[in-house]
């Protein structure tokens, strides 16, 4: 890699004074940023992108400066080193991409409005005002804001306003942050707000398209995880209020902007009266992950972007812990397994993936490493691996030291180690390094060889994989005690096995409780063992049964029909941790079948087996007696006896629409996506599909508007396709923000793939040109490649994007993308009669 030099070894900023006049109307901005700081140059650098500079002065003399659009930035001519203050006068447009200072388009009783908003991670702070955008520049801003108020309107930022003249808002001088971290909003807002015990204000925020009761969770929900916070990092929460905004457009899910937190609105408000268990979780994990960043990210910032995962990592595992802290009865760990663990598992299987800690220089690299399975997933799972070493007592000592040595300042991964090590006396870098800067994870192989039980470890792939030996320190787990605490070489004994299993009483076993990051393969003895003590095995132990055979049969160590018969052993099972795995399998099992095939009747008949007594336990109306288990797995067996053409469930749901055609909204949030959905795909035709599409552009409701969207795009009716793809360019219909799952649910529904596929190659441009700019554009290319399996649709891949594979930001994806389908198009092409059979024999001798 070329050594590209940061900005800030010219320039080290200490404050700005920042003065920026916006207009909607006009949608441009001018400001002024004024920058004291230390040359370490006598030409210094400074970020600026898609701005017209006017002036560069020094002490109110003009200093020659040029713009190097390739940087994104300009270099300035002070002709001397040391201390100054540089005034930069620009301008800038206001864009509707989503990224730097941007408008928000809502509707208010049938008025259109504006919220202006800002996202400025990773590289977009630039965009907004000149400055030494790199997180280990930090410094103090002061922020002045002026813009074309109208009565009635509020305006927000990281600190609270301290006075307003000549229309100009004026805000207290922040703590010392990282460019990224700055932000402010304005518009017609409502809000809600209350204090911490400790004095905090805490608040959020919404556009008054929403009623005023839908504020509530989120604002319980931010005062306890600051409290929580303040108590587990025994570190106050520094700055005088945490204020919380849904802005109705906005590109990821959240972000942590230190004070001035920003979600989607579906991330953070929610109908108190009608919202699904799992969508609940979810908005709080969502806030519960922004604020643990208030400390770990804001507070404490990663040196550079290399160490992403110091922030995203750590949030990603202090959303579960916070929230399993709030709300205990959530178990809310299980959804940690269901989620993250088999998100990290897969993505990181294939070979060509990076490592959670990964050098990047170029801005466009930068946004591609917010991996969701690697640096967030993955990330989690090597601090849970921590965490269980050292122990909470240990972890909330060191992150308290290391809070203290690097507040207000920045990080590098190995000073996190080195705190947790101080605090508990254990080397903890030199074990979690290896799952740090190592890509993939290992497959753990159990066996009796010679009558001695034998572990050994290698990378597991799926697809191709060059063996480049790598090897792990691997916290084993085990219910047998003769095994090792950590096992770190590629193979070891652990005695004989008739001895061990009879002394152990039960079967063998390693990762118990599945909290670390590989997968086991049990020998035909070790596994039959299990597998005949079946219901001696907790959830997390039957899912974790489910989760190795799947991507073991993935990765072709193991086959799929070989799986097949034994589903229906975990089928009765009242939790959803096992559910979700079985049905994970079962789905899996679509990707063999022909559309309209006698295997697709078959595999319909077993998904009927398989869920016929659960439907019946459940039901379809959500009852007062649910536990939170049936709640979880209601929708995961409704789902499998809708993809039966179970007779029941088809009338079921149709009954239920029927009944509420008048107010679909209030259907229970549980179970209407598949309400909706079945009447689509059952009892479909122009005229609902117009009123779904109409229910979706008044609708404010974010789960509401999930589920029908959910549902018009299974429609298989080709002018209704036709009608379907209109819209997808139509921003008063589909957000941009929301079209992606717009456009996955038209590429896996078989009747529609084509005319989606269709429209992503002829209109990538427009995508480009919309979404371009914005770091879930790449996510469209994964998102196909989760879907496709054929050899036709292979190819029709690899022509389209391998042209694209140089292209900054996009190379790793495609690559990635290409060795994904080609081994699930090989996996098809070998196992599919086998897997058919088996499948077959399942339903006929039942
Ligand atoms: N810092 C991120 C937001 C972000 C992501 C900014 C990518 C720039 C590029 C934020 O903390 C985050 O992780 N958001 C998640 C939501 C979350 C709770 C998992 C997201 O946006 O997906
Ligand atoms: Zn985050």
Redesign the pocket.
């Known amino acids: 890699m070329t050594e590209t030099k940061h900005f800030y070894q010219t320039f080290q900023p200490t404050h700005y004074q920042i003065a920026l006049d916006i207009n909607r109307g006009t949608k441009l901005i001018s400001g002024t940023s004024t920058i004291t700081g230390e040359a370490l140059e006598s030409i210094i650098s400074v970020h600026e992108k898609y701005m017209t500079i006017n002036a560069v002065t020094v002490a109110g003399t003009a200093v020659p400066f040029t713009i190097d659009e390739q940087a994104e930035g300009l270099h300035i001519d002070l002709g001397q080193t040391g201390k100054t203050t540089v005034t930069i006068d620009f301008t800038a447009p206001l864009t509707d991409s989503m990224m730097g200072i941007y408008p928000s388009y809502y509707e208010v009783n049938g008025e259109k409005k504006q919220i202006i908003g800002t996202?400025f991670?990773?590289t977009a702070a630039r965009q907004a005002f000149p400055c030494v955008d790199e997180p280990e520049a930090k410094a103090t801003f002061d922020l002045a804001i002026k813009f074309d108020e109208q009565p009635g309107e509020t305006i927000l930022s990281n600190m609270p306003e301290t006075k307003t003249e000549a229309g100009v808002h004026y805000f207290a001088t922040t703590k010392k942050m990282s460019s990224?971290l700055i932000a402010f909003a304005f518009g017609d807002l409502q809000k809600k707000v209350t204090e911490t015990k400790s004095g905090v204000k805490v608040g959020v925020f919404a556009a008054k398209a929403h009623q005023a009761n839908e504020l509530d969770f989120a604002l319980d929900i931010a005062k306890r995880s600051i409290e929580f916070y303040e108590d587990f990092y025994q570190t106050p929460y520094p700055l005088p209020h945490s204020w919380q905004l849904a802005l109705p457009d906005f590109?990821?899910?959240?972000?942590?902007n230190w004070g001035l937190v920003t979600y989607?609105e579906a991330?953070l408000l929610l109908d108190p009266d009608n919202t699904a268990l799992d969508m609940k979780q979810r908005v709080a994990?969502?806030?519960?992950?922004?604020l643990a960043?208030q400390w770990f990210?804001d507070l404490v910032t990663m040196k550079w972007w290399d160490d992403l995962w110091l922030?995203?990592s750590f949030?990603?595992m202090m959303?579960y812990v916070a929230i399993d802290a709030l709300e205990p009865d959530w178990h809310i760990w299980e959804t940690f397994q269901t989620s993250d663990a088999p998100m990290a598992l897969q993505r990181d299987a294939t070979d060509g993936v990076q490592s959670v800690h990964v050098e990047v220089e170029d801005p466009a690299e930068?946004?591609a490493i917010?991996d969701?399975a690697i640096v967030?997933a993955k990330g989690a799972r090597m601090l849970v691996m921590a965490r269980a070493l050292v122990g909470d007592q240990a972890l909330r000592q060191g992150l308290k030291a290391y809070f203290e040595a690097h507040q207000y300042g920045n990080a590098k991964g190995a000073d996190l180690w080195a705190a947790l090590s101080d605090a508990s006396g254990m080397d903890v870098g030199s074990i979690m390094n290896t799952w740090l800067e190592q890509p993939g994870y290992p497959v753990v192989t159990a066996a009796v060889k010679d009558g001695q039980l034998t572990l050994s470890q290698a990378q597991f792939f799926i697809g191709d994989g060059q063996d480049a030996q790598r090897q792990w320190k691997i916290p084993l787990n085990s219910n047998y005690e003769t095994a090792p605490a950590i096992f770190e070489t590629p193979t070891v004994t652990l005695g004989t096995y008739q001895d061990l299993r009879q002394k152990a009483g039960e079967p063998f076993q390693v990762n118990v409780g599945n909290n670390s990051h590989f997968i086991v393969k049990y020998d035909d003895t070790l596994l039959t063992d299990i597998l005949d003590h079946l219901d001696d095995l907790d959830a997390i132990a039957q899912l974790q049964v489910l989760q190795d055979l799947r991507l073991l049969a993935d990765g072709r160590q193991i086959s799929y029909a070989k799986i097949v018969p034994l589903l229906s052993r975990f089928a009765a099972s009242d939790a959803t941790v096992v559910n979700a795995a079985l049905y994970r399998i079962a789905n899996n099992l679509k990707k063999f079948v022909t559309p309209d095939s006698t295997e697709e009747k078959a595999l319909r008949a077993l998904f009927d087996q398989l869920s016929a007594q659960q439907v019946a336990r459940l039901g379809w109306t959500p009852k007062a007696t649910d536990t939170n288990d049936d709640q979880l797995t209601r929708p995961i067996v409704l789902n499998a006896a809708l993809y039966a053409q179970n007779a029941q469930a088809v009338a079921d749901a149709h009954e239920l629409f029927t009944a509420n055609a008048a107010h679909l909204g209030t259907l229970p949030a549980a179970i209407r996506v598949f309400v909706l959905r079945n009447e689509v795909q059952h009892f479909g035709n122009a005229t609902l599909f117009d009123n779904l599409l109409n229910e979706y552009r008044t609708s404010t409701d974010p789960s509401y508007k999930a589920d029908l969207s959910v549902a018009v795009t299974a429609t298989t009716d080709p002018t209704l396709i036709h009608k379907l793809i209109g819209v997808f360019e139509d921003a008063d219909t589909v957000k941009p923000q929301d079209l992606r799952s717009w456009y996955r649910g038209a590429l896996a529904n078989d009747a529609a793939q084509q005319a989606a596929w269709d429209w992503l190659r002829n209109d990538w441009q427009w995508l480009e040109d919309t979404v371009g700019g914005d770091?879930?554009f790449t996510t469209y290319i994964t998102v196909t490649a989760g879907i496709f399996h054929t050899p036709v649709r292979f190819a029709e891949f690899k022509a389209f994007f391998n042209p694209k594979i140089n292209t900054p930001g996009m190379t790793r994806e495609i690559k990635m993308d290409i060795k994904i389908i080609e081994s699930r198009v090989k996996l098809i092409e070998d196992e599919k009669a086998a897997v058919n059979a088996s499948v077959a024999q399942q339903t006929q001798s039942k």
Do not use: K, L, W
């Not at 590109?251 to 942590?256: I, L, T």
């Not at 994990?285 to 922004?290: D, G, L, M, P, S």
């Open positions: 996202q991670e990773t990224y590109s990821a899910g959240a972000m942590e989607r991330y994990t969502v806030i519960a992950h922004e960043h990210g922030n995203e949030a990603n959303e930068i946004d917010f969701s967030y770091m879930e």
